[in-house]
C-alpha cells in the first residue's frame, strides 16, 4: 500500500504558493500540456482498456433502457419460454422465469455502478476528514480516530458487512450502508499516511510560517497533494465495491428479487445447473469485465504516480 | 621498470563498449588499452562519465544489458573474460566495490555471504572456510573477527564494512584486486586506515591491483602506474610519480594544475565531459583545450611513447602549456 | 527477538478490545431494542420483559458493555438462537475446516505467486511478465462465488473429475481427530485412501479461493523482485560470482518478500471473506456456511461470536506476519521506534 512513497514532495501545479504568483517560471512561456495524467494513461494500451471498459460500462448503465432489448424483463415474467439457451432471439439465454439474460445484465449495469459509486462516496466522505485530521495533529484526538480506524480494519469486512445486514433489515440500503462503513478505514489509512508525509514537507511550514491558517493548508494545498493517491484507491475501491455488493446479493443480504442484480442473478442459476450454463455465465463476465476495467485503471493511474515501478523503464 | 616488461596478468586490449540508449548510441569506451602487470598496480582515474565504471563492469564480466563490445578484449592470464561474461576467472579476481552500505545484501549475514561466494570458488568444508575467513578478518584488523561471522552487515560501522569487503575480495585467493573508489564513502581518517591495510595486504600476498578513484591522493598512496581516462578514452599513462610531477597530456595538467593539493574532486576545467552519444570528433577533449591545434577536431591522436614508460595521447603535449 | 515479539503482541491488544466493543456496540445498539430482536416478531410485550430482564438488558449501558466484556474474555459467548448449544461448541468444531481451507489457499497462492512474480521480473516487460500481469489484475476481478460455479460446472459436472461440494466420502469415513485439519489427521493414521479423499476434495474449493492471493502475491513479489535488482548488492554479488539461480531465487528473492509477506497478513481477511462464499457453494463444514447458516436463521449470536473469532484469527495471524517478516529481516526488529 506504499503507492506513493517514492514521489517527491512538491506542491501541486494547481495550488501555487499564495504571495509570488507565477514566480519563478517567469521564463517559460510554452503552454502546459492539457490533462497530461490522462495522456500518460494513454499510451499505456492495458491502462486504456481499462478505461474503456469503465467508459462502456457508464455508457451501458446511462442508456440501459434503451439498450436492452427487453426493458420490461426488469420486473415481468413469461414462464413459457424460461431457460432457453442462448440464440438469436436471446443472444444470452433465458433465466428460470423466462426473462431475457441480457436485458437483465444490461439492466444491472446501473445498480452495479450506482453502488459502488455511492458507496466509494460515502467512504470518501467519512474517511478523508478523519485521515487528514489525525494525520495533521498530533495528540489523544489523533490516536483516538486512529485506533478506531484500526479496529474497523481489524473486523473482516465482508462478516461486518453480513452481521449489519442482519441486524438492520436485509436491502440494498442496508448492503451500502454496510459497504461504506467497511471501506472508509482505507481512505483514512492512505490519506493519514499522504497527510504525515507533507506535514514535513518544506512548502507546508513556508506556507505557516506565511501565516496561512490551517483548513486553509489542509483543504487548498495538502488535500491536492494527497489527491492522486486518493483517486487510486478510489478507482481500486469502485471495483473491490461492485465484487463485494456481488457477494452481498448472491448471499442473499443484497438486491432483492425480482430486481435485476448481477451477483443475485448467479445465486437464482445455482439451481439450474449444470443445464442452463448461460444463466450464471453472462452476470458473471459482467462482474470481471466492469472489475477488470476498474483495476486496469487504477493499476495504470498508479504506474502514473509511482515512477519507480513504470514500465516504460529499460 | 622491469615488471612492465613481462607479460601482464591483466590485458584490456583495444576495447570498446557501447551501450544503446533512449538518446541514441553511447560510446561509452573508446579503444581503451591498459596492462596490469604481474604484482604491479595500475590506477585508472578520471572524471565521473569518463568510463571508468564500464571498464570496470568490462573487467568483470558483468556488463549491463544492451553493452556491445564492437572490437577489443580484456585477457585475464591470457583468457578472454568477454567471451563467457568473466564465469571462468570469477574467484580468480577479488572485487571491491565502492559502497560498502549498498553492496551487501541486508537481510543475510555478512559472513555467510561471503562464505557463499568461496563455497563456489574453492572446494573445501565449510568449517575449514569459516576458519579462513575469520583469518582474514583478522588480516584487516577487523575488531571481534570470530565474533563478526554472526553479524549483519547494519551491525558494522562504515569502515569495518569496507574491511569486510576487502576481506571478500581476499577470500577466493585471487591473484588480481579490482577495487571501484572504494573509500569515497568514508571519513578521511578511516579512507587512510583501509588505504593502508589494503596496500599491506597486497603487497604481503604478491598480488596485483587495478584500482579505480577520482581522487589523486589516493592513487599515490596505492598504485605504481597510472592511467588517466578522459571521456572513454586513455590520456595518459606512466609511473605514477611521473605523472603526477610532470603530467603531459593538456587535460592531465589542467586536472593536476587546479588542484594543487592533488587530494580532492576534479571539477575545475571549464566545460563538461561531452555526453557519451554526443562525442565530439577527433580528440575527445579538443572543446576544452587550451592548445588546441587545427588537426585536433579531425584527427584521433594515437599514444604516443614519452619515455620512463610514459605514453600521451597528444601529439603537441611537448609544447609549453598556454596562459 | 522475544522483546519484538511481545511488543507486537500489545500492539495487537488495543485492536482486539475495540473489536469486542464493536461487537457490544452492534448487539446492543444498532438493532434498537434486542430484546424485541431477540424475542422474535411474534412475541407478546410481556414475554420481550421477560427476556430483557434474563439477558440484563434493563440494565446501565455501561453495566452491560462490562458484563459483554467479561463473558468474551471468559469465552462465553452464548448460546446459539437455532441450535441452544453453546457458540463456542459450534465454532470450535467448525474452525479447523475454515483453517484447513485457508491454508490450502495461502498455500497454493504462495507456492505459485512468489514463483510466478519472479519469473515475471526477471522478463520484465517480455510476454511472461504482461501475461502475469493481467493475471495478477483480472484474478482480483474475478466475484469468488462466480469462479466457484464455473469450476462446479466444469469440473464436477461436465469432466465429473472432482467432487461437487462436502469435505469427505461419508463411505471412507473420518481419521480421529487430532488436529482437525483432515489432511493431516489421515496421514498420522496412516489412511492414504482418506488422505487421498480429503486433498480430493479440497482441490476446487482451495483453488477457488487462492486465486486473488495468488494475483496479489505475483504483484506484490514482481515489484518488489524489480525494485531489488536495482540495488548494488545484486551487481556485487554477481561480480563476486553467485550462481544464476541462487542469486534470484534465495539471495534477492529474500529481500523482494518481506513486502510480500505483509501483503500475506492483509490477505488474510480478504481470504476469510472469499471463504464465505467459496464454503457455502461447496457446502464446505467451515465458519462460512455456520455463518451464512446465522444470517439464514437470523442467529445473531453466532454471527456475533464468528466476527470476534475471525477478528482474532486475524490478529494472531498479523502478530505472526510480523514475526516472519523479522526473521526474513533482521532490521525489523532492531527498528525501535
Known amino acids: 500500500m506504499s503507492a506513493s512513497d517514492a514521489r517527491s514532495v512538491e506542491p501541486s501545479h494547481a495550488a501555487p504558493l499564495p504571495g509570488n504568483p507565477g514566480e519563478g517560471r517567469g521564463g517559460l512561456k510554452r503552454p502546459r500540456p492539457r490533462f497530461p495524467a490522462l495522456r500518460r494513461l494513454l499510451r499505456d494500451p492495458v491502462a486504456t482498456f481499462g478505461l474503456a471498459l469503465v467508459l462502456f460500462a457508464v455508457f451501458v448503465a446511462i442508456f440501459a433502457p434503451w439498450l436492452a432489448p427487453y426493458p420490461e424483463d426488469a420486473f415481468e415474467s413469461h414462464i413459457l419460454q424460461r431457460l432457453r439457451p442462448p440464440s438469436a432471439e436471446f443472444p444470452f439465454g433465458t433465466d428460470n422465469l423466462g426473462r431475457d439474460v441480457l436485458s437483465r445484465v444490461i439492466l444491472g449495469t446501473r445498480s452495479a455502478l450506482l453502488v459502488a459509486v455511492a458507496v466509494v462516496g460515502a467512504s470518501l466522505a467519512i474517511g478523508v476528514p478523519v485521515g487528514l485530521v489525525a494525520g495533521w495533529r498530533d495528540g489523544w484526538l489523533s490516536e483516538l480516530l486512529m485506533r478506531v480506524t484500526d479496529v474497523f480494519l481489524a473486523v473482516p469486512q465482508l462478516i461486518l458487512a453480513l452481521a449489519l445486514g442482519q441486524l438492520l433489515a436485509p436491502g440494498l440500503t442496508t448492503a451500502m450502508l454496510a459497504l461504506a462503513l467497511t471501506y472508509w478505514p482505507f481512505f483514512a489509512r492512505t490519506v493519514y499516511a499522504e497527510t504525515r508525509r507533507l506535514r514535513g514537507a518544506l512548502f507546508v511550514d513556508a506556507l505557516a510560517g506565511i501565516g496561512a491558517s490551517t483548513p486553509r493548508i489542509l483543504l487548498l494545498h495538502v488535500l491536492p497533494n494527497a489527491a492522486p493517491a486518493i483517486v487510486i484507491r478510489a478507482t481500486i475501491g469502485m471495483g473491490f465495491t461492485i465484487l463485494t455488493a456481488a457477494l452481498l446479493g448472491f448471499l442473499g443480504v443484497g438486491a432483492a428479487p425480482p430486481d435485476p442484480d448481477w451477483g443475485l442473478a448467479v445465486a437464482e442459476a445455482r439451481q439450474h445447473l449444470p443445464e442452463a450454463w448461460w444463466f450464471p455465465t453472462f452476470p458473471g463476465l459482467a462482474i470481471l469485465l466492469l472489475v477488470l476495467g476498474f483495476n486496469l485503471l487504477g493499476d495504470g493511474l498508479r504506474d502514473i504516480a509511482d515512477p519507480r515501478l513504470r514500465r516504460s523503464r529499460h | ?323 | 527477538m522475544a522483546r519484538y515479539v511481545l511488543r507486537r503482541i500489545l500492539l495487537a491488544l488495543p485492536a482486539l478490545f475495540g473489536l469486542v466493543l464493536l461487537t457490544f456496540v452492534l448487539t446492543r445498539v444498532i438493532p434498537g431494542d434486542p430484546a424485541a430482536a431477540l424475542a422474535g416478531d411474534s412475541a407478546t410485550p410481556a414475554q420481550i420483559a421477560e427476556i430483557r430482564e434474563k439477558y440484563g438488558l434493563d440494565r446501565p449501558i455501561l453495566e452491560q458493555a462490562l458484563v459483554h466484556i467479561r463473558q468474551v474474555l471468559t469465552g462465553d459467548l452464548g448460546r446459539s438462537i437455532f441450535s441452544g448449544r453453546p457458540v463456542t461448541e459450534e465454532i470450535a468444531q467448525r474452525l479447523p475446516a475454515t483453517l484447513e481451507l485457508t491454508f490450502a489457499a495461502l498455500f497454493l497462492a504462495t507456492i505459485i505467486g512468489i514463483p510466478l512474480g519472479l519469473v515475471a521480473a526477471l522478463n520484465h516487460n517480455g510476454p511472461v511478465d504482461q501475461i502475469v500481469r493481467l493475471l495478477s489484475v483480472g484474478g482480483l476481478a474475478i466475484a469468488s462465488f462466480w469462479l466457484a460455479l464455473m469450476l462446479q460446472l466444469v469440473f464436477a459436472m461436465d469432466l465429473d473429475i472432482l467432487p461437487l461440494r462436502g469435505r469427505v466420502d461419508v463411505d471412507l469415513g473420518l481419521p480421529p481427530t487430532v488436529t482437525g485439519l483432515l489432511t493431516i489427521d489421515s496421514l498420522l493414521a496412516g489412511r492414504f485412501d482418506q488422505f487421498r479423499d480429503a486433498v480430493w476434495h479440497l482441490v476446487l474449493p482451495a483453488v477457488t479461493l487462492c486465486l486473488p492471493g495468488l494475483a496479489s502475491i505475483a504483484r506484490f513479489t514482481r515489484s518488489g523482485m524489480l525494485e531489488m535488482l536495482q540495488k548494488d548488492f545484486v551487481l556485487y554479488a554477481r561480480a563476486a560470482g553467485y550462481g544464476k539461480f541462487r542469486l534470484y531465487a534465495i539471495y534477492v528473492l529474500r529481500n523482494a518478500v518481506t513486502v510480500t509477506v505483509t501483503q500475506i497478513g492483509l490477505l488474510f481477511g480478504a481470504l476469510i471473506s472469499g471463504a464465505v462464499a467459496v464454503e457455502a457453494i461447496y457446502d464446505w463444514p467451515g465458519l462460512g456456511t455456520y455463518a451464512v447458516q446465522a444470517i439464514l436463521t437470523a442467529d445473531y449470536k453466532a454471527l456475533l461470536a464468528v466476527t470476534l473469532v475471525v477478528g482474532v484469527v486475524y490478529a494472531v495471524v498479523n502478530v505472526l506476519v510480523d514475526v516472519a517478516q523479522a526473521l526474513i529481516d533482521p532490521r525489523v526488529a532492531e527498528d525501535v521506534r
Not at chain 2, 560498502?100 to 563455497?119: H, T
Not at chain 2, 569495518?160 to 571519513?187: F, H
Not at chain 2, 587495478?210 to 581516462?229: I, K, S
Request: with cysteine.
Open chain 2, 1 to 323: 621498470m622491469s615488471a612492465v616488461l613481462t607479460r601482464p596478468l591483466l590485458s584490456v586490449e583495444n576495447l570498446a563498449v557501447h551501450i544503446r540508449t533512449d538518446g541514441g548510441l553511447a560510446r561509452i569506451l573508446d579503444d581503451v588499452t591498459l596492462a596490469v602487470p604481474k604484482g604491479g598496480s595500475l590506477g585508472v582515474v578520471g572524471e565521473s562519465g569518463c568510463g571508468k565504471s564500464t571498464l570496470l563492469r568490462a573487467i568483470l564480466g558483468i556488463l549491463p544489458r544492451g553493452a556491445t563490445v564492437p572490437k577489443g578484449a580484456v585477457l585475464f592470464e591470457g583468457e578472454d573474460i568477454l567471451s563467457d561474461h568473466g564465469a571462468s576467472v570469477r574467484g580468480r579476481i577479488g572485487f571491491i566495490p565502492q559502497d560498502p552500505y549498498l553492496s551487501l545484501n541486508p537481510v543475510f549475514r555478512a559472513g555467510d555471504q561471503i562464505l557463499e561466494v568461496m563455497r563456489r570458488h574453492a572446494p573445501g568444508r565449510r568449517r575449514d572456510h569459516k576458519e579462513k575467513l575469520v583469518e582474514l578478518f583478522r588480516a584487516v584488523q577487523l575488531p571481534d573477527p570470530g565474533g563478526a561471522l554472526a553479524k549483519y552487515p547494519h551491525q558494522f560501522s562504515g569502515g569495518q564494512r569496507q574491511r569486510l569487503l576487502i576481506a571478500a575480495a581476499l577470500s577466493c585467493e585471487p591473484s588480481l584486486v579490482v577495487a571501484d573508489e572504494p573509500t569515497t564513502a568514508l571519513d578521511v581518517t578511516t579512507q587512510r586506515e583501509i588505504l593502508v591495510v589494503l596496500r599491506q595486504l597486497i603487497a604481503e600476498r604478491g598480488l596485483s591491483l587495478l584500482f579505480v578513484t577520482h581522487d589523486f591522493g589516493v592513487l599515490a598512496t596505492v598504485c605504481d602506474q597510472v592511467a588517466v581516462l578522459y571521456s572513454g578514452r586513455v590520456a595518459e599513462t606512466g609511473p605514477t610519480r611521473a605523472v603526477l610531477d610532470t603530467p603531459l597530456h593538456p587535460y592531465a595538467r589542467m586536472l593536476l594544475a587546479c588542484h594543487p593539493d592533488r587530494a580532492t574532486d576534479l571539477l575545475g576545467i571549464p566545460g563538461t565531459v561531452p555526453a557519451a552519444t554526443a562525442q565530439p570528433p577527433g580528440c575527445r577533449f579538443h572543446p576544452r583545450c587550451p592548445q588546441l591545434h587545427s588537426g585536433c577536431p579531425i584527427e584521433v591522436p594515437p599514444m604516443l611513447p614519452a619515455g620512463e614508460g610514459r605514453a600521451v595521447a597528444c601529439p603537441w603535449y611537448e609544447e609549453a602549456p598556454r596562459g
